[in-house]
């Protein structure tokens, strides 16, 4: 009994010694981090101007400028972050006026002032700095200065050229702003790849901004920054973090922003897919996307469109449903009916569906063997090269030659065939192995047996 | 050395088969050395082609797939009937004088047996490998005082790199084993030397069908007490482990308050000589051995047949972890454990990981030093009660371990050890005991657990809340 009392109060103990070892650290809060540098908001933090300084007298103070005038208030907010400021230049270096408060003059009266008083002078007040390259030079060894010259060249400077004073056509500032305004590589700058979509939607994506505007006699339309976002590019873009894709002036230009022309479609396309623009340009699709008669969207864009640019799949080859060839080719449908397009398409799409079969085939082998325990290693790296062939004929679609294509797609079927052989080699491997084991384990249940026997022949252990 | 053979006598009583755990850890130790050779044939030791060597071995070499499969299938049982032995001889208090340094040694041969198989985990050069090693061998940093050279010495260098494989091929196919023979050698020459122990009480016989009536009784409740009730609780998986360590006090205590044993008068401690039945070494017992023997290597075929050891993904030591990186499964228990002590215990100044290394350590020193503890009956009961939650411990790390994100299999896979440890107490046990009533009770408690978790997995207890939602909550937050 004194034994059971002794065994229970020891087992409490270790029950209570557990529960605090085992007790969450709660109520605790974590120290707080060292402040051991000086956060992003201190070393931007704008120094203040001197007093006697003339611009922060009225535009700096919230009273003087408020409601409608609000957009003329500049505070050390403002400032803060903005790669001029950091550059050292002050208010008047690009308004012009006079620094000191003792020599103010009125804006109004004032010849050095540079305002600007309307979009049309934007531009120019940007590019006296930004257009010269003896300027630019202290600040880059290697600046480039044509900012202002490709601007007008874009479809917002020409609409400038003729409506200076239209406050809906984009200028330096829509795009950069005015105070505030950051280093186009920094990551919260407007214009960073990942931002960039967004500050140009902020006028094209707006219905009544694009009431009416027209390029070339079309209309601009106002779902471009709708399409986009549901395209592999910007899925690449933001979601994957990946900057090399494109964005709004990937393919419309920087400065000089314009919709590509008719021609200049599968150049946009081609900078960066290379290989398949080059097929294209050499096949007798291109020149009928630059007829005159052409209704559809230009170049690449007829089959890939030019916002909404989906992942490619194989159904949109070939004469079925969804296929965009049947579009114009088909019997019976569009304007081109063409037996031997269809019939190419066709053929195209076939090759393809035949090769993905094989490599699932394949694939689905090694998978089998490898969930036996089989390694399949290097068969799983030969496929890679099945796969690699049947990324090969994918771009050799856009030569609209079949017989390139089936070349590409029998080198991967080769491949993928020889894999899967190899993948059924390991069944049979397996099976073998079985039936050894089997086969081994006869003798060692024989050996077993005679043992038993043995030990029962011989006289009863334990006498 | 055969007349010494044949006069050399074994016990025999219902606790004889614990017996020939330790021939055929030798015989698995044997086959280790064998397939080990021929492994080398072909291995190369080298970062660069450690991992190809081996895929050359699995796949060119003729039968280079069975000797490796063999290899490692064996390693794992090597320590598993090491764990199994140790344990038993425990149980059989078979450590007694004059048998202290014949446990001694057994624990460190444990112990080698461990090490050999984490050295040789790394040989394979494999992502899983690597990271377990980087992980396993950082434990040595957290040693007080030396934890950096320890480190240094343990991996050769500051990080895991070729200069590791190479200081882990040499230990594992030179060092350990010189060790390990040397150990064994003088682990056999103590067991020949003052012969096989006997335990000290030797029950009759099984009377496994005693607890039937009771199983029926309790199992017609047992769904509904243990599901509704304990999910009340909401108690952690601390105190299920307490809980559980508490109900195998409760029965070994029992169990020592039973009317006395039959016993031998022979068999108490310090009894010169055993005079109960017994059978010879040299052919009874060695013959019995060999079908052990012959079975093993059966089934040794059969799991590098049907079950190869995979190979998986070249280790990339600049990749990061990948998930799901554990160690071999009798490292789990430390690991497991490791991984839910916080960042400092006792205030701040000792960090969770040191306070682990500590605490193992000093299990394992108290695990070498038993024979010296055990000095009378109430000192082993003192024992009992450290040994039962030890194992308890071990089985459900393990388990929870071995399925983290997996509730029900960790809960089957732990119960099923569990039960399997009570199966090993009965032979300890005479029929009539008390104990023995309890450890049927607490056996078919479990089985009845077990199955209503297999079930519940299996289809489901009902919507809202299963058994196992009632479980997670009684388990409480991991």
């Given at each position: 009994?004194?034994?059971?009392?002794?065994?229970?109060?020891?087992?409490?103990?270790?029950?209570?010694?557990?529960?605090?070892?085992?007790?969450?650290?709660?109520?605790?809060?974590?120290?707080?981090?060292?402040?051991?540098?000086?956060?992003?908001?201190?070393?931007?933090?704008?120094?203040?101007?001197?007093?006697?300084?003339?611009?922060?007298?009225?535009?700096?103070?919230?009273?003087?400028?408020?409601?409608?005038?609000?957009?003329?208030?500049?505070?050390?907010?403002?400032?803060?972050?903005?790669?001029?400021?950091?550059?050292?230049?002050?208010?008047?270096?690009?308004?012009?006026?006079?620094?000191?408060?003792?020599?103010?003059?009125?804006?109004?009266?004032?010849?050095?002032?540079?305002?600007?008083?309307?979009?049309?002078?934007?531009?120019?007040?940007?590019?006296?700095?930004?257009?010269?390259?003896?300027?630019?030079?202290?600040?880059?060894?290697?600046?480039?200065?044509?900012?202002?010259?490709?601007?007008?060249?874009?479809?917002?400077?020409?609409?400038?050229?003729?409506?200076?004073?239209?406050?809906?056509?984009?200028?330096?500032?829509?795009?950069?702003?005015?105070?505030?305004?950051?280093?186009?590589?920094?990551?919260?700058?407007?214009?960073?790849?990942?931002?960039?979509?967004?500050?140009?939607?902020?006028?094209?994506?707006?219905?009544?901004?694009?009431?009416?505007?027209?390029?070339?006699?079309?209309?601009?339309?106002?779902?471009?920054?709708?399409?986009?976002?549901?395209?592999?590019?910007?899925?690449?873009?933001?979601?994957?973090?990946?900057?090399?894709?494109?964005?709004?002036?990937?393919?419309?230009?920087?400065?000089?922003?314009?919709?590509?022309?008719?021609?200049?479609?599968?150049?946009?396309?081609?900078?960066?897919?290379?290989?398949?623009?080059?097929?294209?340009?050499?096949?007798?699709?291109?020149?009928?996307?630059?007829?005159?008669?052409?209704?559809?969207?230009?170049?690449?864009?007829?089959?890939?469109?030019?916002?909404?640019?989906?992942?490619?799949?194989?159904?949109?080859?070939?004469?079925?449903?969804?296929?965009?060839?049947?579009?114009?080719?088909?019997?019976?449908?569009?304007?081109?009916?063409?037996?031997?397009?269809?019939?190419?398409?066709?053929?195209?799409?076939?090759?393809?569906?035949?090769?993905?079969?094989?490599?699932?085939?394949?694939?689905?082998?090694?998978?089998?063997?490898?969930?036996?325990?089989?390694?399949?290693?290097?068969?799983?790296?030969?496929?890679?090269?099945?796969?690699?062939?049947?990324?090969?004929?994918?771009?050799?679609?856009?030569?609209?030659?079949?017989?390139?294509?089936?070349?590409?797609?029998?080198?991967?079927?080769?491949?993928?065939?020889?894999?899967?052989?190899?993948?059924?080699?390991?069944?049979?491997?397996?099976?073998?192995?079985?039936?050894?084991?089997?086969?081994?384990?006869?003798?060692?249940?024989?050996?077993?047996?005679?043992?038993?026997?043995?030990?029962?022949?011989?006289?009863?252990?334990?006498? | 050395?055969?007349?010494?053979?044949?006069?050399?006598?074994?016990?025999?009583?219902?606790?004889?088969?614990?017996?020939?755990?330790?021939?055929?850890?030798?015989?698995?130790?044997?086959?280790?050395?064998?397939?080990?050779?021929?492994?080398?044939?072909?291995?190369?030791?080298?970062?660069?082609?450690?991992?190809?060597?081996?895929?050359?071995?699995?796949?060119?070499?003729?039968?280079?797939?069975?000797?490796?499969?063999?290899?490692?299938?064996?390693?794992?049982?090597?320590?598993?009937?090491?764990?199994?032995?140790?344990?038993?001889?425990?149980?059989?208090?078979?450590?007694?004088?004059?048998?202290?340094?014949?446990?001694?040694?057994?624990?460190?041969?444990?112990?080698?047996?461990?090490?050999?198989?984490?050295?040789?985990?790394?040989?394979?050069?494999?992502?899983?490998?690597?990271?377990?090693?980087?992980?396993?061998?950082?434990?040595?940093?957290?040693?007080?005082?030396?934890?950096?050279?320890?480190?240094?010495?343990?991996?050769?260098?500051?990080?895991?790199?070729?200069?590791?494989?190479?200081?882990?091929?040499?230990?594992?196919?030179?060092?350990?084993?010189?060790?390990?023979?040397?150990?064994?050698?003088?682990?056999?020459?103590?067991?020949?030397?003052?012969?096989?122990?006997?335990?000290?009480?030797?029950?009759?016989?099984?009377?496994?069908?005693?607890?039937?009536?009771?199983?029926?009784?309790?199992?017609?409740?047992?769904?509904?007490?243990?599901?509704?009730?304990?999910?009340?609780?909401?108690?952690?998986?601390?105190?299920?482990?307490?809980?559980?360590?508490?109900?195998?006090?409760?029965?070994?205590?029992?169990?020592?308050?039973?009317?006395?044993?039959?016993?031998?008068?022979?068999?108490?401690?310090?009894?010169?000589?055993?005079?109960?039945?017994?059978?010879?070494?040299?052919?009874?017992?060695?013959?019995?051995?060999?079908?052990?023997?012959?079975?093993?290597?059966?089934?040794?075929?059969?799991?590098?047949?049907?079950?190869?050891?995979?190979?998986?993904?070249?280790?990339?030591?600049?990749?990061?972890?990948?998930?799901?990186?554990?160690?071999?499964?009798?490292?789990?228990?430390?690991?497991?454990?490791?991984?839910?002590?916080?960042?400092?215990?006792?205030?701040?100044?000792?960090?969770?990981?040191?306070?682990?290394?500590?605490?193992?350590?000093?299990?394992?020193?108290?695990?070498?030093?038993?024979?010296?503890?055990?000095?009378?009956?109430?000192?082993?009961?003192?024992?009992?009660?450290?040994?039962a939650p030890a194992v308890v411990f071990f089985i459900v790390m393990t388990a929870w371990g071995w399925f983290p994100d997996d509730p029900h299999l960790s809960v089957i896979l732990g119960t099923s050890l569990l039960l399997g440890m009570l199966l090993l107490a009965v032979p300890f046990l005479e029929r009539g005991q008390t104990a023995r009533v309890g450890l049927w009770i607490l056996f078919a408690l479990g089985v009845l657990f077990l199955l209503g978790v297999i079930?519940?997995?299996?289809?489901?207890?009902?919507?809202?809340?299963?058994?196992?939602?009632?479980?997670?909550?009684?388990?409480?937050?991991?």
């Amino acid at each position: 009994m004194r034994t059971l009392l002794t065994s229970l109060v020891v087992t409490a103990l270790l029950t209570a010694a557990t529960l605090v070892v085992a007790a969450p650290e709660e109520g605790k809060a974590p120290p707080p981090p060292a402040d051991t540098k000086a956060t992003p908001a201190k070393a931007l933090a704008v120094t203040l101007l001197p007093e006697d300084y003339s611009c922060t007298f009225c535009h700096a103070d919230p009273q003087t400028f408020s409601g409608d005038t609000k957009h003329l208030l500049v505070t050390a907010k403002d400032l803060a972050g903005d790669v001029h400021w950091q550059k050292g230049l002050r208010c008047h270096d690009c308004h012009g006026g006079h620094a000191k408060l003792d020599e103010h003059v009125d804006h109004r009266a004032d010849s050095t002032y540079r305002g600007p008083r309307s979009p049309g002078e934007i531009p120019g007040l940007c590019g006296r700095c930004h257009s010269s390259i003896e300027y630019m030079r202290r600040y880059n060894p290697s600046p480039r200065t044509d900012q202002e010259s490709e601007y007008w060249t874009s479809g917002h400077g020409l609409r400038l050229k003729t409506a200076p004073d239209d406050k809906d056509v984009a200028t330096c500032t829509s795009c950069h702003g005015h105070h505030g305004i950051q280093a186009a590589n920094d990551l919260q700058s407007r214009v960073y790849p990942t931002r960039l979509a967004e500050t140009c939607a902020a006028c094209h994506a707006d219905p009544e901004r694009m009431k009416g505007r027209t390029y070339h006699e079309k209309p601009l339309g106002h779902n471009q920054y709708a399409d986009w976002k549901k395209s592999v590019h910007a899925q690449a873009l933001l979601k994957n973090g990946d900057l090399s894709a494109p964005t709004c002036n990937d393919c419309h230009g920087n400065h000089g922003a314009v919709p590509p022309e008719v021609d200049s479609v599968a150049n946009a396309c081609g900078t960066c897919h290379v290989k398949v623009a080059t097929l294209f340009a050499q096949t007798v699709m291109k020149h009928r996307f630059e007829q005159a008669d052409w209704e559809g969207l230009p170049g690449c864009a007829a089959c890939h469109s030019n916002h909404e640019i989906r992942h490619p799949s194989d159904p949109m080859l070939g004469m079925g449903g969804e296929a965009f060839c049947s579009r114009c080719h088909g019997e019976g449908k569009g304007k081109y009916p063409d037996a031997l397009a269809g019939k190419t398409a066709e053929g195209m799409s076939k090759e393809l569906e035949k090769l993905q079969r094989q490599i699932a085939a394949a694939e689905q082998s090694l998978d089998d063997a490898e969930h036996l325990g089989m390694l399949v290693r290097d068969p799983r790296f030969r496929l890679r090269k099945a796969r690699d062939a049947l990324t090969n004929a994918r771009s050799l679609v856009h030569g609209f030659s079949l017989g390139p294509m089936k070349q590409a797609v029998d080198e991967g079927l080769e491949v993928a065939v020889s894999v899967e052989q190899d993948g059924q080699k390991q069944f049979d491997e397996y099976a073998y192995r079985r039936i050894w084991l089997a086969v081994s384990l006869v003798p060692i249940l024989i050996a077993v047996g005679l043992l038993l026997l043995y030990i029962r022949s011989l006289p009863v252990a334990g006498r | 050395m055969i007349a010494l053979g044949v006069k050399k006598r074994v016990p025999i009583h219902s606790s004889t088969l614990f017996y020939f755990l330790g021939g055929m850890a030798l015989f698995l130790f044997v086959l280790q050395v064998v397939t080990g050779a021929l492994l080398s044939l072909y291995y190369k030791p080298s970062p660069d082609q450690a991992f190809e060597s081996v895929q050359a071995i699995m796949t060119e070499v003729k039968f280079g797939w069975l000797i490796r499969s063999v290899h490692s299938w064996g390693a794992n049982l090597i320590i598993g009937v090491l764990f199994l032995h140790v344990l038993t001889t425990y149980m059989m208090r078979a450590y007694r004088r004059p048998r202290e340094f014949t446990w001694i040694t057994g624990v460190l041969l444990l112990g080698l047996f461990m090490a050999l198989g984490f050295s040789g985990y790394l040989l394979p050069w494999n992502e899983l490998s690597f990271f377990a090693t980087r992980v396993g061998t950082a434990l040595a940093g957290k040693v007080p005082v030396v934890g950096a050279e320890l480190l240094l010495v343990a991996r050769g260098g500051e990080n895991v790199t070729g200069d590791t494989l190479s200081r882990f091929y040499a230990l594992h196919v030179a060092i350990f084993p010189l060790v390990a023979l040397a150990l064994m050698g003088f682990h056999l020459y103590l067991v020949q030397k003052h012969g096989m122990s006997t335990p000290e009480r030797l029950p009759r016989g099984p009377g496994w069908y005693y607890g039937l009536p009771v199983l029926a009784a309790v199992g017609a409740v047992f769904p509904f007490c243990f599901a509704n009730g304990l999910a009340l609780l909401g108690v952690s998986l601390w105190k299920l482990l307490l809980v559980a360590s508490a109900l195998l006090l409760v029965w070994l205590y029992l169990g020592q308050e039973s009317r006395p044993a039959v016993s031998h008068p022979a068999t108490r401690v310090g009894a010169p000589k055993y005079d109960g039945p017994s059978m010879s070494f040299l052919p009874d017992f060695l013959l019995r051995d060999a079908v052990g023997w012959y079975l093993a290597l059966g089934i040794l075929a059969a799991l590098a047949a049907l079950f190869p050891w995979g190979l998986g993904e070249k280790a990339s030591p600049l990749s990061p972890a990948p998930e799901g990186i554990q160690p071999e499964w009798y490292f789990l228990f430390m690991f497991q454990f490791l991984k839910q002590l916080p960042g400092h215990v006792l205030g701040e100044w000792l960090e969770g990981e040191t306070a682990g290394v500590f605490f193992f350590g000093f299990v394992g020193l108290v695990v070498l030093l038993v024979p010296f503890l055990d000095w009378g009956d109430r000192s082993r009961r003192l024992l009992n009660v450290l040994a039962a939650p030890a194992v308890v411990f071990f089985i459900v790390m393990t388990a929870w371990g071995w399925f983290p994100d997996d509730p029900h299999l960790s809960v089957i896979l732990g119960t099923s050890l569990l039960l399997g440890m009570l199966l090993l107490a009965v032979p300890f046990l005479e029929r009539g005991q008390t104990a023995r009533v309890g450890l049927w009770i607490l056996f078919a408690l479990g089985v009845l657990f077990l199955l209503g978790v297999i079930a519940d997995r299996r289809w489901g207890l009902g919507t809202g809340h299963s058994l196992t939602e009632r479980l997670v909550l009684w388990l409480g937050p991991r």
